[in-house]
């Protein structure tokens, strides 16, 4: 049987706290319990609900910061789960439990190996800092981004920043993100006028109307991407339309859609584009835009190049740079950092029934955040 290790050890104790988000359930207050000693000037930043800790260690620049999240998503059905997902379980040389993989792992990782580098090297160079939020996994509005907003405040500066999210593909160091694609999302209502099926030169129906416009939408090239990023995708999510009677011409059709959009565009240009379309083919209609994110890029550099430096020394995988994948909280640091990258464990079981991590992994990650530290900021 595997020896357990410390970094194993913490995540199971991160992983025995339910905290589904927005909650904590003091899962921070357990950081700052082994951060405090080392050295680190620990804040709590609270906002509406949300638990957010600022922790720092130095006041020289460079600053590099870990980032992550201590939510999790719900369980989800109890009785499918093969051990209690707040229960963590080491079963078949994997551990088991929701937050395994995204991203209690990973912050138990950071944690230890600042532990170990603080331990070797007293003197070095620049901070460390910890970014962490149960706001995550949730609407994302009173957590990493107040955090932010508070630092840029304070005229705190950031050079480097690690976020732990899950983004091995296959196996651990195979893939880390240098980017990620801004989500914006229209909810499009298209008004017609209801009347009788048998009548329908005295009714106007949405749907018929509506179809060219949205066969241009589906087949319009949006932009081609760049080096890091495929082209934009425009996707329908959710239509709806009719009274549920089969002779009623409908009143209205109600549309959501989204775009996952490169640094190619804009979201103003898309939404221009989108209403261009429709006014074209004539539509009486109403959109809402929500903008969850813009997207951001950090171009192979410093922190990028340390990182498969790291992993490969480590490991002996070569890392590939990707921009794939939903949005993170990277979107807001990179507001106030010019280097974010995203490196966890690999991705295939978050927010799926008997979430886990291979054991075999814990301690090579937590040795890759620590031999990225030593590479930047030892003395």
């Known amino acids: 049987m595997m020896k357990a290790s410390r970094t194993l050890l913490l995540t199971e104790e991160l992983i025995a706290l339910d905290s589904i988000t927005p909650h904590d359930k003091g899962c921070q207050q357990r950081l700052i319990e082994l951060l405090a000693p080392l050295g680190f000037r620990c804040e709590t930043i609270e906002s509406n609900g949300v638990t957010n800790l600022w922790a720092r ?19 989800g059905p109890l009785d499918q789960w093969h051990s209690q997902p707040f229960a963590p379980t080491r079963r078949d040389g994997k551990l088991y439990g929701r937050g395994a993989s995204d991203m209690k792992t990973s912050i138990a990782a950071m944690v230890v190996a600042c532990e170990e580098f603080v331990v070797a090297h007293p003197d ?9 939020t149960s706001d995550e996994e949730g609407p994302a509005v009173d957590g990493t981004v107040v955090v932010c ?30 980017g990620r694609r801004g989500s914006l999302s229209g909810h499009l209502v298209i008004k017609g006028v209801q009347g009788h099926i048998a009548y329908p030169h005295l009714a106007r129906n949405p749907i018929h109307q509506a179809a060219p416009a949205l066969a241009e939408l589906a087949a319009e090239v949006w932009d081609e991407g760049n080096e890091y990023y495929a082209p934009t995708s425009w996707q329908i999510s959710n239509i709806q339309s009719g009274t549920g009677a089969t002779n009623v011409i409908p009143g209205h059709m109600t549309l959501d859609f989204n775009f996952r959009f490169s640094t190619a565009s804009t979201a103003d240009g898309l939404e221009a584009r989108v209403h261009a ?22 171009p192979k550099g410093t922190l990028s190049d340390t990182l ?72």
């Open 124 to 132: 070095h160079k620049g901070s460390i800092a910890f970014l962490i």
């Open 57 to 75: 260690k130095g006041t020289e620049s460079p600053v590099f910061v870990f980032a992550g999240h201590t939510d999790v998503v719900p369980a």
């Open 149 to 178: 907003e508070r630092l840029e405040e304070r005229g705190e500066t950031l050079d480097y920043c690690l976020v732990g999210e899950p983004t091995s593909a296959h196996v651990l160091g195979d893939m880390i993100k240098n």
């Open 277 to 298: 379309i429709l006014d074209r083919h004539g539509l009486d209609y109403d959109l809402e835009w929500t903008l969850s994110g813009q997207p951001f890029l950090t």
């Open 308 to 379: 498969c430096d790291a992993i490969r020394d480590e490991l002996g995988v070569q890392t590939e740079l990707s921009t794939t994948g939903g949005t993170s909280d990277g979107r807001f640091i990179a507001r106030i950092c010019p280097q974010v990258i995203e490196f966890g464990p690999p991705n295939a079981s978050i927010h799926k029934i008997d979430e886990h991590i291979e054991m075999r992994y814990i301690d090579p990650l937590k040795n890759i955040y620590r031999r990225t530290l030593e590479r930047l900021l030892a003395a």
